[in-house]
């Protein structure tokens, strides 16, 4: 597609169960990424990729989230046993990284809205 | 570690009144800088960006200034609408400031 996909675009889920939260980049991007943004607050870094070298996991706030991205293209992230505070907005992004400045420019999808009741 | 940050979390501008918004960086070695724009309900979006070599960038209404003797960095958005209400993030690289809330009022 032209943009970033995310799905779903909202998902409500009962306290301790698990989620998967798909991405889809713009077609040719070599780095993915995943943020979280809770309600009135900033971005949170969660997770990197890039072509094929190992991912940048610093952000991953515990192991209950993990995320992998399938030859390249889609990701998806997953939470595991989920709690009231894993409750935000879970946006992807993607970015060519073709060496140039622009290639640094980051695209968004909308987001994934993630209620854990 | 390195970090992206915004001195104001709030601003709210009369409606044709030019806007500020403004950003400190930490990484002296940050070499680009990129501007997002967010609005309810929507992913962060691109509105203009800046290389290190420069210190002026213009845009349609925005412009922004880089001064890297005190790593800060400024959005200046002219005649502000009420279309430009939205959060709006300095970036270098994958990391993010906190974020302005920028509201117009009519």
């Known amino acids: 597609g032209a943009g970033v996909s995310q799905s779903p675009s909202n998902k409500v889920t009962e306290k301790g169960k698990d989620v998967e939260l798909r991405c889809d980049p713009i077609s040719g991007h070599t780095a993915l990424y995943w943020y979280r943004q809770s309600l009135g607050q900033g971005l949170e870094f969660l997770i990197y990729f890039q072509g094929n070298s190992a991912p940048d996991k610093s952000g991953l706030p515990s192991d209950r989230f993990s995320a992998e991205r399938t030859g390249g293209s889609v990701s998806t992230l997953t939470i595991q046993r989920t709690q009231q505070e894993d409750s935000a907005v879970y946006l992807c992004?993607?970015?060519?990284?073709?060496?140039?400045?622009?290639?640094?420019?980051?695209?968004f999808g909308e987001g994934s809205w993630l209620t854990v009741v | 570690g390195e970090s992206v940050g915004l001195h104001l979390p709030t601003l709210s501008v009369q409606e044709g009144d030019n806007s500020i918004i403004n950003c400190a960086y930490s990484?002296?070695?940050?070499?680009?800088f990129i501007w997002y724009k967010q609005e309810s309900g929507k992913g962060p979006q691109f509105i203009i960006d800046i290389r290190s070599n420069m210190d002026k960038r213009q845009g349609q209404r925005v412009t922004v200034l880089l001064n890297k003797t005190v790593k800060h960095l400024s959005l200046q958005i002219a005649a502000t609408q009420p279309g430009d209400s939205a959060v709006y993030f300095c970036a270098e690289s994958r990391n993010f400031g906190t974020g302005t809330s920028l509201t117009v009022i009519p």
């Open positions: 992004a993607s970015s060519s990284s073709s060496g140039s400045y622009s290639g640094n420019t980051i695209y």
């Open positions: 990484n002296s070695a940050s070499d680009y």
